[in-house]
């Protein structure tokens, strides 16, 4: 498996409180990726990075915010979590000349 | 917004028998269109992959055809096994460049014995 670790692996919050949630590889890979995973509605891209500083939204950004200030790390902040952001959160990092993302083993947030 | 409609969200098959799932996408810039499985519990992990290119790519038991025209793709997996069973997610990259890929909501296979 690709280096890539996510923490915590496993959260549980109130509605109203901040969260972040941490993305670490190993690999150099420029681009990085949080997406959040529900029934029924598959993978769905949060936010992505392309490089140290460099971000954008994707489909669901609203109520997210993310950072990366190193080449091995991309934070996943809510800022005030509410029930709807109850999911599995995973980070994927590609080395783009393959295109191929590699999973982390997910991050499961339950907000209450 | 741009999207990826995939095609059922559940299939059962026979032991042996051949299934095909299908994805149809929006953008017609998109030139990559990676296949991702998951198995209960753990993380998706990419299977086949076809650039816009080709139309058809193959891997042992698994194939993906690509009909740009049409916008759509699809993946057949022949003499299927009990190991294939997961879900599979279809996805496509966003404009031309494979730096933002965006899935399609999954189809879950289940192989009858």
């Known amino acids: 498996d690709a280096g890539i670790t996510q923490s915590p692996r496993h959260k549980v919050t109130e509605t109203g409180t901040p969260v972040t949630l941490r993305c670490h590889q190993t690999?150099?890979?420029?681009?990085m990726y949080w997406y959040r995973q529900d029934p029924g509605h598959g993978l769905r891209l949060i936010h992505y990075?392309?490089?140290?500083?460099?971000?954008d939204k994707g489909e669901v950004s609203d109520g997210y915010s993310v950072s990366r200030s190193k080449t091995e790390d991309f934070l996943l902040t809510l800022e005030s979590a509410t029930s709807s952001q109850t999911s599995v959160y995973f980070c994927?990092?590609?080395?783009?000349?393959?295109?191929?993302?590699?999973f982390g083993e997910g991050s499961r947030l339950t907000v209450l | 917004g741009e999207n990826v409609e995939q095609h059922p969200s559940t299939l059962s098959v026979q032991e042996g028998d051949s299934a095909v799932i299908k994805c149809t996408y929006s953008?017609?810039?998109?030139?990559?269109f990676p296949w991702y499985k998951q198995e209960l519990g753990k993380r998706p992990q990419l299977i086949i992959d076809?650039?816009?290119?080709?139309g058809e790519k193959k891997d042992q038991r698994i194939a993906v055809t690509l009909n740009k025209t049409a916008k759509h793709f699809s993946l057949h997996i022949t003499e299927t096994q009990p190991e294939d069973s997961a879900v599979y997610f279809c996805?496509?990259?966003?404009?031309?460049?494979?730096?933002?890929?965006?899935f399609g909501s999954g189809t879950r296979l289940s192989i009858r014995p």
């Open positions: 990075s392309y490089g140290v500083k460099d971000t």
């Open positions: 076809i650039r816009s290119n080709v």
């Open positions: 994927a990092i590609s080395d783009i000349d393959s295109g191929e993302l590699f």
């Open positions: 953008d017609s810039a998109s030139n990559y």
């Open positions: 690999e150099n890979h420029r681009y």
């Open positions: 996805a496509a990259s966003l404009g031309s460049s494979a730096s933002k890929i965006i």
